[in-house]
């Protein structure tokens, strides 16, 4: 059985710093293409990073570029998404997700978290 945790969500202000967590189970992350999307109040939810299964090509929304970086940790088997620079847009829930063959939307995505919330105020 597949579970994906996300841990690392919270409240910070504006120009601050989070790092979100994925902990995986039942897949391994780095024979999965993987992905962070996030969904604010009455928006769809939306790509913000995904991360190739196999050699490591990533791709960034261009709202989040050059603040955010996805990664991953092989050994813990765990997903990562550093944020910085932070700004009261980025609020949303986070949802960790994992698919067989690159991810680009919600409907391909084959496994979901059950999201962690940031808050970022101004």
């Known amino acids: 059985q597949v579970q994906l945790v996300e841990s690392g969500g919270g409240l910070v202000q504006a120009g601050g710093s989070l790092r979100l967590s994925c902990a995986a189970s039942?897949?391994?992350?780095?024979?999965?293409?993987m992905g962070w999307f996030r969904q604010a109040p009455g928006k769809e939810r939306e790509i913000v990073a995904r991360?190739?299964?196999?050699?490591?090509?990533?791709y960034y929304a261009d709202s989040v570029k050059g603040r955010f970086t996805i990664s991953r940790d092989n050994a813990k088997n765990t997903l990562y998404l550093q944020m910085n620079s932070l700004k009261p847009e980025d609020t949303a829930v986070y949802f960790c997700?994992?698919?067989?063959?690159?991810?680009?939307?919600?409907?391909?995505?084959?496994?979901w978290g059950q999201g962690t919330q940031v808050t970022v105020s101004s």
């Open positions: 997700a994992a698919g067989s063959a690159v991810i680009t939307t919600a409907f391909t995505v084959s496994n």
């Open positions: 039942g897949l391994t992350v780095s024979s999965y293409a």
């Open positions: 991360i190739s299964r196999g050699p490591t090509i990533t």
